[in-house]
């Protein structure tokens, strides 16, 4: 029933942005985790950025400093700013939020379908 999507993905120059963007659409749902996760072919998903329901961020190593993650709650989205942009953050981005669909008993793991982030020069 919850469903979501992510957008703006494509290709950008190193050095170049991108913002990403995932919606979330259904059932409302109490969330306690969103975030960013990367997926390069031949490696493992891993997580790129992360924020909880207290507004508190975590960010991976390697983009620390570089990509920002938000959210706004009256739309219903959750974001990654990309900023300098390398070759090696070519990879599929998922969106991911954990949390419950009004009246659920158990917590669930909602993944989007991925968004192709392409950085060449």
């Known amino acids: 029933q919850v469903q979501l999507v992510e957008s703006g993905g494509g290709l950008v120059q190193p050095g170049g942005s991108l913002r990403l963007s995932c919606a979330a659409s259904?059932?409302?749902?109490?969330?306690?985790?969103a975030g960013w996760y990367r997926q390069a072919p031949g490696k493992q998903r891993e997580l790129v950025a992360g924020?909880?329901?207290?507004?508190?961020?975590n960010y991976a190593d390697f983009v620390k400093g570089r990509f920002t993650i938000s959210r706004d709650n009256a739309k219903n989205t959750v974001s990654l700013q990309m900023n300098s942009l390398k070759l090696e953050a070519t990879a599929v981005y998922y969106c991911?939020?954990?949390?419950?669909?009004?009246?659920?008993?158990?917590?669930?793991?909602?993944w989007g379908q991925g968004t192709q982030v392409t950085v060449s020069s």
């Open positions: 991911k939020v954990q949390g419950k669909e009004a009246g659920a008993r158990e917590i669930t793991n909602y």
């Open positions: 259904g059932s409302i749902f109490s969330i306690y985790f």
């Open positions: 924020i909880i329901s207290s507004g508190s961020t």
